[in-house]
């Protein structure tokens, strides 16, 4: 089981410019939760899907979208690319929203 | 609105040595709080939670909701416990999905 797998890894993007990064949730897992993770913080929540609609978001502007799809990976965009957009993104899966969440390694966005 | 606040960014000990990673949170419903843990070069990972009233590798964690505290202790910590320690509030119900929320972070250093 190869777990929450996250694409890319890395990416540089210039301000104003949009960014989609990619999920894939464990095998079995129906639910992805997005979190942006800025440098010496923890984790902040954006929003969570589940049967692909957004079921919770978190104190993100508008400029942070997403989507799921029916094989319930997920995607996240960002529109008009802020240099405080700059983070680590985490994605994390579960088995509906109700169980425990398990998380990928990231995708780290820089904006330049 | 939830929080938790984690008040050490860094705790150093001797290997032998107990350790306490303070927590303490802030929310109006029945509160299900965990430890996430984030070795280096690896993902953030699930410790414990508090429901399971369990302890792993060593670690207990103990719910004081008259302190609306959470905080994860070992008796003797070892080198392999050096790791920067999440700790975390989940909230929401189950149909309309859910967040975790997450405090700062506590690096551990286990010294020899």
């Known amino acids: 089981d190869a777990g929450v797998t996250q694409s890319p890894t890395h990416l540089i993007k210039t301000r104003g410019q949009q960014v989609t990064l990619r999920c894939s949730p464990k095998?079995?897992?129906?639910?992805v939760s997005w979190y942006q993770q800025a440098l010496g913080q923890g984790p902040q929540f954006i929003f969570q899907y589940y049967e692909e609609e957004e079921r919770q978001r978190g104190n993100f502007p508008d400029r942070f979208s997403g989507h799921q799809f029916p094989n319930y990976s997920s995607e996240l965009n960002v529109n008009a690319l802020l240099l405080g957009d700059s983070a680590l993104y985490l994605c994390?899966?579960?088995?509906?929203?109700?169980?425990?969440?398990?998380f990928g390694s990231g995708t780290r966005l820089t904006v330049v | 609105a939830q929080r938790v606040t984690q008040p050490e960014k860094l705790l150093s000990v001797f290997k032998g040595a107990p350790v306490e990673l303070k927590c303490n949170y802030s929310?109006?419903?029945?509160?299900?709080l965990f430890w996430y843990v984030q070795y280096s070069r690896q993902r953030l990972q699930l410790l414990l939670r508090?429901?399971s009233r369990e302890s792993i590798k060593g670690f207990t964690a103990d719910l004081n909701k008259g302190e609306t505290s959470f905080h994860l202790k070992k008796p003797f910590a070892q080198e392999e416990d050096s790791a920067m320690y999440y700790c975390?509030?989940?909230?929401?119900?189950?149909?309309?999905?859910?967040?975790?929320?997450f405090g700062g972070g506590t690096r551990v250093l286990v010294k020899p």
């Open positions: 929310y109006s419903g029945s509160p299900e």
């Open positions: 975390a509030l989940k909230s929401g119900v189950k149909a309309a999905g859910n967040k975790l929320t």
């Open positions: 994390a899966s579960s088995l509906t929203p109700y169980y425990g969440y398990t």
């Open positions: 508090h429901i």
């Open positions: 095998s079995g897992h129906d639910t």
